[in-house]
């Protein structure tokens, strides 16, 4: 199966996945990284792993459906099956969560529904949740909302500095998206409605 990351920045999570599939953990190919910020550290990962990274400029495109096309074209032609953002900051439009439905993934570092959007972590240690965590999901047209394939909770330990709680967190996410692209790569994930079936 071949496999696209999205990223925008640091990339540990896109750093993970090619760990899992240099393992063979993953049964399928990580064939292209494809960044929104020339910047983003996740590329220089991708050299260390030997996946081409492909940078495609926003700012080229007068909207974010001309912007999301260029991308599903690119996608296209590497014959991507499923999509993986990894810390992409950008809302991905209807046109591009059509074009590879149930195909794309997300990870989100909340229990979602809680704390949807950018900077969660920060607004759950700060809200003084007792409880946080981890949420995988596939995209679909509303930010952060899609059907749930794993969560892992967390209880945040009293006096928990923020930044015990995001390595704690960011911990979690490497073992848990790698474990769901790896479930998908192997065809055993199922999406009914809002559900996601784990099959034997
Ligand atoms: C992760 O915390 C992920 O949950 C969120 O963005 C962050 C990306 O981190 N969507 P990294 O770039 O993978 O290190």
Redesign the pocket.
């Known amino acids: 199966m071949n496999i696209a990351v999205l ?1 925008s ?6 750093e993970a996945l090619c760990r899992a599939a240099k393992k063979g953990d993953i049964k399928g190919k990580i064939k292209l990284l494809v960044t929104d910020v020339k910047t983003a550290y ?1 590329r220089k990962r991708a050299k260390k792993y030997d996946v081409p990274s492909i940078f495609v400029d926003p700012k080229q495109f007068k909207d974010r459906r001309s912007f999301d096309k260029e991308i599903v074209k690119i996608l296209r032609k590497e014959k991507v099956e499923l999509v993986v953002l ?2 992409f900051m950008r809302i991905i439009t209807p046109y591009f969560v059509r074009a590879f439905k149930n195909r794309i993934m ?4 909340a229990l979602l529904p809680s704390f949807k959007g950018t900077d969660a972590i920060n607004r759950a240690h700060k809200y003084g949740v007792k409880v946080t965590g ?1 949420t995988v999901h596939f995209v679909d047209d509303k930010v952060d909302h899609g059907p749930v394939v794993f969560q892992k909770a967390l209880e945040i330990r009293e006096n928990e500095s923020l930044e015990d709680l995001e390595e704690r ?2 911990r979690v ?1 490497h073992s848990l998206y790698p474990k769901a692209v790896s479930l998908f790569s192997r065809g055993k994930l199922l999406v009914k409605g809002r559900k996601v079936f784990i099959r034997d």
């Open positions: 990223a920045g640091k990339g540990s999570n896109f996740a990894a810390g997300n990870i989100h570092p981890v967190i960011h996410e």
